[in-house]
Nanobody, 123 residues
């Protein structure tokens, strides 16, 4: 069992930056692929980024490539999402999730989910 708690969301102007954090419980954090998804109002939850167990491999949605960076600190049981050059269309609730699969792009690949953190980008 893994429990995930996101933090770091908030309100930011377009062009600004935010760093999301996701703290995981349990001793097996390094055994999980970690991902970030987001869900905007009225839209389906979508893949944002994923990071392999060791952190050596990453995948990003085309919409965030070059602007967002996913990273992890296995010693701290934490995964991060650095978001730069934010746009109003990045506004959504952001969720972190844990998977035993790699690669992992879709919701059903993930076993555990956090409660989400709101990111709002004003124009």
């Amino acid at each position: 069992q893994v429990q995930l708690v996101e933090s770091g969301g908030g309100l930011v102007q377009a062009g600004g930056s935010l760093r999301l954090s996701c703290a995981a419980s349990g001793r097996t954090f390094s055994s999980y692929v970690m991902g970030w998804f987001r869900q905007a109002p009225g839209k389906e939850r979508e893949f944002v980024a994923a990071l392999s167990w060791s952190g050596s491999s990453t995948n990003y949605a085309d919409s965030v490539k070059g602007r967002f960076t996913i990273s992890r600190d296995n010693a701290k049981n934490t995964v991060y999402l650095q978001m730069n050059s934010l746009k109003p269309e990045d506004t959504a609730v952001y969720y972190c999730a844990a998977s035993l699969l790699w690669p992992a792009f879709i919701l059903r690949d993930y076993n555990y989910w956090g409660q989400g953190t709101q990111v709002t980008v004003s124009s």
